[in-house]
């Protein structure tokens, strides 16, 4: 592949703001197409683990962004009584990894990645569809409402129904249902204090954990036919989870109906054949959808952006270094989403049993099935000093 000058990025979401700053930081001339109106993200959190962490540190952001975020890890994994399952603590995960597991708005990453930029590098209103792929003698070409654009790389950051991802391989079977379905919510909580915790039912599972800013994220998850809605999904919501142990009634009462989010589930069952198709490249979920069960989507997302940056001009670089390790994740994480959304009540006893019997161990042991994953190291070195270890918070 010929030397990379000129990129376009498709998407304007967490992979491809992260895939355009490394690629604007290492000289080339990025045009980031968005086709919502602004960059701004649905109301909800994401959890940033230290690999994807260390990815930031590339770009020079990884201390920025652990500064703006809060901590997570001391709470656990609880039972809708409110019995503790297994606890967990924030000083051990960072130990093991090499530094902090964080929560913070998607808003406030997506800003600070955005910032990174010119301000004429993003178009937002920006519907684009792939017109050629290009190959070794010629540039791509995307078609945008204002003309074609040329590129020497493409760069496909379109989500879960990925319009690019079906062009370059159409026979491949796209993104399946999950089984489920989430809800999200960012919101204040008046005067209610409680630890980060995950909790696991029947078909269905609760996460509280607080924001640095004293809001709450809230989320949840349950079996469902796809495309099934209620009325009212803050109503849905506590008549499934009402009764369930302090505080979750707390944070069902501080909600309105329009602060919750409900999406459906999908991920890529049926791994692609590879990442790249001439000049264009896929990354995130438009490359590997994974059931958010492992907290790794968006980590991912910005993995797969600092890889592709250093591997930009030898694609096949980056589909050997990335199709491998997220195949990997995604199937765990549906194994664990098999495991933790399960209906049946004698392998929750099961489960919950195994999961209190690992605890006793130690938090070190729990975090063993993170192994591989947050412990994961970026190709080149940070572009800016930065502070990478476990630190004090």
């Keep these: 592949m010929t030397q990379i000058r000129r990129v376009v990025v498709i998407g304007g979401g967490i992979g491809g703001l992260t895939a355009a700053a490394a690629l604007h930081l290492s000289g080339r001339q990025v045009t980031v197409l968005e086709r919502a109106r602004s960059l701004a993200p649905v109301g909800a959190a994401i959890s940033l683990a230290p690999n994807s962490l260390r990815a930031l540190d590339v770009i020079g952001l990884g201390d920025e962004i652990r500064d703006l975020a809060a901590w997570t890890g001391d709470g656990g994994l609880r039972t809708p009584g409110g019995r503790w399952l297994s606890r967990s603590s924030a000083a051990a995960a960072a130990e093991r990894f090499g530094g902090p597991l964080v929560l913070l708005h998607r808003a406030t990453l997506i800003n600070s990645l955005a910032a990174l930029l010119p301000p004429d590098a993003i178009r937002t209103a920006a519907g684009s569809t792939l017109a050629d792929p290009g190959d070794a003698r010629r540039p791509a070409r995307v078609r945008t409402p204002d003309g074609e654009l040329e ?25 399946v249902y999950s089984g489920f379905t989430t809800w999200r919510a960012v919101i ?131 589909t050997a270094a990335r199709l491998p390790r997220t195949t990997a994740i995604a199937r765990q994480a549906v194994r664990i989403g098999r495991l933790n959304m399960t209906p049946n009540r004698a392998l929750m006893a099961v489960r919950d049993s195994a999961i209190a019997a690992l605890s006793l161990a130690g938090p070190a042991l729990f975090l063993r099935g993170f192994d ?9 070195p940070p572009y800016a000093s930065v502070v990478s270890g476990a630190g004090e918070r």
Excluded: C
Excluded at 372 to 380: C, E, F, L, N, V
């Design 151 to 175: 590129a020497d790389l493409v760069v496909a950051a379109d989500g879960v129904r990925s319009a690019v991802r079906a062009t370059l391989f159409p026979d491949h079977p796209g993104a």
């Design 188 to 318: 204040p909580v008046p005067a209610t204090e409680f630890a980060s915790h995950e909790t696991w039912g029947r078909g269905r599972l609760w996460g509280t954990h607080p924001l640095k800013d004293g809001r709450v994220y809230a989320y949840a998850a349950a079996l469902a036919p796809a495309g099934e809605r209620a009325p009212d999904e803050r109503a849905e919501l506590v008549r499934r989870y009402g009764d369930w142990h302090d505080p979750i009634p707390a944070v069902l009462a501080a909600a309105r109906p329009e602060d919750v989010l409900r999406h459906d589930v999908h991920h890529i069952a049926e791994p692609l054949p590879a990442f790249h198709r001439g000049r264009v490249a896929l990354l995130g979920d438009a490359a590997h959808a994974m059931p958010p069960t492992l907290g790794q989507g968006g980590n991912q997302a910005i993995e797969d952006a600092v890889v592709l940056a250093h591997h930009a001009d030898d694609l096949a670089a980056y």
């Design 372 to 380: 591989g994953i947050a412990d994961w190291r970026p190709p080149q």
